[in-house]
């Protein structure tokens, strides 16, 4: 792409503004999507390279943008961008989970967040940060109003728990709007785990001033 050669040598944030991440950590994202999502050759056409799927799927998830709009820079037709950003979305969390987005599962583990908060935050007993963000969508055929927000237009919920780093332990997303924060939670695994006692929290025996152990 003349674009993305543009902007690894431009000497300004021009590429981070693009991609929202620097040189180094785009290289290193590419290498472990690489064997996922190259394609082989044809006689009739070249593959779009690992490289340009990554881009233009980045490039999307950085913007929002249509893909009509997304074309004129990536010069992939939207048809190709309607196949290429889901599959490769799929390969970086296939490539991704083991390391990045990893669910706490032992009471060690617990601990270990709850210590980053207490010495980072000075915020004692916490597992993680819950929070929840309307993704604005298509309406859904056959949906009526049911993903139809106070904020008058179509959305999903994205709900999220982060550690002490603002690293993602737990991500949730499908839920529509009309339902209360409360509700978006008692649809998840996380909830049902809860319920269960299967989430392996810390006991107060183990906490600070033996309190509740909290997110």
Same mark, same amino acid.
């Given at each position: 792409?003349?674009?993305?050669?543009?902007?690894?040598?431009?000497?300004?944030?021009?590429?981070?503004?693009?991609? !929202?991440?620097?040189?180094?950590?785009?290289?290193?994202?590419?290498?472990?999507?690489?064997?996922?999502?190259?394609?082989?050759?044809?006689?009739?056409?070249?593959?779009?390279?690992?490289?340009?799927?990554?881009?233009?799927?980045?490039?999307?998830?950085?913007?929002? !943008?249509?893909?009509?709009?997304?074309?004129?820079?990536?010069?992939?037709?939207?048809?190709?961008?309607? !196949?290429?950003?889901?599959?490769?979305?799929?390969?970086?969390?296939?490539?991704?989970?083991?390391?990045?987005?990893? @669910?706490?599962?032992?009471?060690?583990?617990?601990? =270990?967040?709850?210590?980053?908060?207490?010495? !980072?935050?000075?915020?004692?007993?916490?597992?993680?940060?819950?929070?929840? =963000?309307?993704?604005?969508?298509?309406?859904?055929?056959?949906?009526?109003?049911?993903? @139809?927000?106070?904020?008058?237009? @179509?959305?999903?919920?994205?709900?999220?728990?982060?550690?002490?780093?603002?690293?993602?332990?737990?991500?949730?997303?499908?839920?529509?709007?009309?339902?209360?924060?409360?509700?978006?939670?008692?649809?998840?695994? @996380?909830?049902? =785990?809860?319920?269960?006692?299967?989430?392996?929290?810390?006991?107060?025996?183990?906490?600070?001033?033996?309190?509740?152990?909290?997110?």
């Amino acid at each position: 792409m003349t674009l993305m050669r543009k902007l690894r040598t431009s000497a300004t944030n021009d590429l981070n503004n693009y991609l !929202r991440m620097d040189d180094m950590c785009f290289n290193e994202l590419l290498s472990m999507v690489k064997p996922f999502i190259s394609k082989k050759n044809t006689k009739m056409r070249k593959s779009i390279t690992a490289e340009e799927r990554l881009i233009v799927t980045l490039r999307y998830l950085a913007t929002g !943008r249509s893909l009509e709009g997304l074309k004129f820079s990536a010069v992939i037709s939207p048809q190709a961008l309607g !196949r290429i950003i889901p599959d490769t979305c799929q390969c970086i969390y296939k490539a991704l989970k083991k390391k990045y987005l990893k @669910f706490p599962g032992t009471v060690e583990e617990w601990q =270990k967040i709850a210590r980053d908060y207490n010495s !980072r935050w000075n915020f004692p007993n916490c597992g993680g940060a819950i929070d929840g =963000k309307h993704i604005k969508i298509v309406k859904p055929v056959n949906s009526g109003s049911y993903y @139809f927000n106070y904020k008058e237009y @179509f959305s999903t919920v994205l709900m999220a728990i982060v550690d002490a780093n603002y690293e993602f332990i737990y991500v949730n997303v499908g839920c529509n709007e009309r339902i209360s924060d409360g509700g978006v939670i008692e649809t998840t695994k @996380f909830s049902d =785990k809860f319920l269960e006692k299967a989430l392996k929290l810390p006991s107060n025996e183990t906490t600070i001033n033996k309190m509740n152990f909290f997110l």
